[in-house]
């Protein structure tokens, strides 16, 4: 079941945005944004059961909550180019998530949900071992049709798209209720990847995760971003257009860590304007771009995107944030036990010689 496609953002840098619903045969909802309206039809789809998310359990030690969600065991890992589950769907071929011949861009229901609106309450327990049900929402964002794209090769449209679709998300899962939203990408098998076609994921959480919260706080303390790049000077900057800058802190766990930070206070991209919109995904795909440059191989990497807790928009500063898991050309920086037993990490390379690095190979 589909509905036609509706016009979400009023026109800027790249146009309209239109946003189509389709509910899958297993009534997980797909959505198909694109800078013209989707109207191709559907191929037939099988139903199934999905296991609505698991639970959320409360370590007394580490003041934070964990997921349990055994399903995710089974969920597609490196599957062949053929069984990709991200491409569109042609006549003849295997069934696919996006039941149709072409799109722009997909979001789609995860079929192997950490969170899920539906989660049962797990058993009572006393307060040490407290534990909730893991109602939220976890989301597939495909960024073309193309399983050779990438950020950094996607047309200005395209990312500008992006930007777009996850704004309509935060906007749609914020409306929902659910506490933090958090867009993210884990790029390369090293990080964790399982499908090689280009994506993200959104996670919508039922509370604030303990980073953030502390962010949350932080920023309501008085905390001034704004200063506080100036502060740290041309030697953290690596690039920076009309209303972005790309920097490294100095404070970077990571080697190569590098944020991109709107130049005024934001709560998040829901408050973008259009040239805001233009020149985040500007940086966005020049970003990755830099990252491949550097050891000419492409970065395994985690972004992810920080805006404001709902209930919790302002002040506060919206930052995307970069982590790379490589240190050189052929060397994976670790988690190992210091960074897993402290949350205190080792990092390899000084900020600022970070820096100056990046900046050598940002186009």
Known sequence: MSDTAKI????????????????????????????????????????????????????????????????????????????????????????????????????????????????????????????????????VIVYSADSETRLSNLTMEQRILLVEAWIDRYTAMREMGLAYILPFENRGTEIGATLHHPHGQIYGFPIVPKPQE????????????????????????????????????PFARFPYECWIIPKTALPGPWTFSAQQVSDFADLLGRMQAAYDAL??????????????PTEHDAPYHFTAQFYPMLRDAKRVKYLASVEQATGIFTVDIAPEEAAEHLRAVFA
Not at 9 to 27: E, I, N, T, W
Not at 103 to 125: G, K, W, Y
Not at 215 to 241: C, I, P, R, T, Y
Not at 296 to 308: C, D, G, I, N
């Open 8 to 139: 979400i953002s009023s026109p800027g840098a790249a146009g309209p945005v239109f946003r189509r619903h389709h509910q899958k045969a297993d009534g997980r909802s797909l959505y198909l944004y694109g800078h013209k309206p989707h109207n191709l039809p559907p191929f037939p789809e099988s139903s199934g059961k999905i296991a609505p998310g698991g639970e959320l359990r409360w370590h007394p030690l580490r003041g934070e909550y964990a997921v349990y969600a055994g399903h995710r065991q089974n969920r597609t890992h490196l599957p062949n180019p053929a069984d990709n589950p991200l491409a569109p769907m042609r006549k003849g071929g295997g069934e696919t998530e996006i039941p149709f011949t072409d799109f722009e861009l997909a979001v789609f229901d995860n079929r192997f949900p950490s969170l899920h609106r539906d989660a049962a309450d797990p058993p009572t327990a006393d307060e040490t071992h407290q534990r909730l049900a893991a109602k939220g929402k976890c989301e």
């Open 214 to 249: 502390q962010a949350a706080k932080v920023f309501a303390n008085g905390f001034d971003l704004v200063s506080a790049m100036d502060s740290w000077g041309e030697a953290q900057q690596v690039a920076a257009n009309g209303t972005m800058i790309a920097m490294v802190p």
């Open 295 to 308: 050891f000419t191989r492409p970065m395994p990497y985690m972004m992810s995107l920080h805006a404001a």
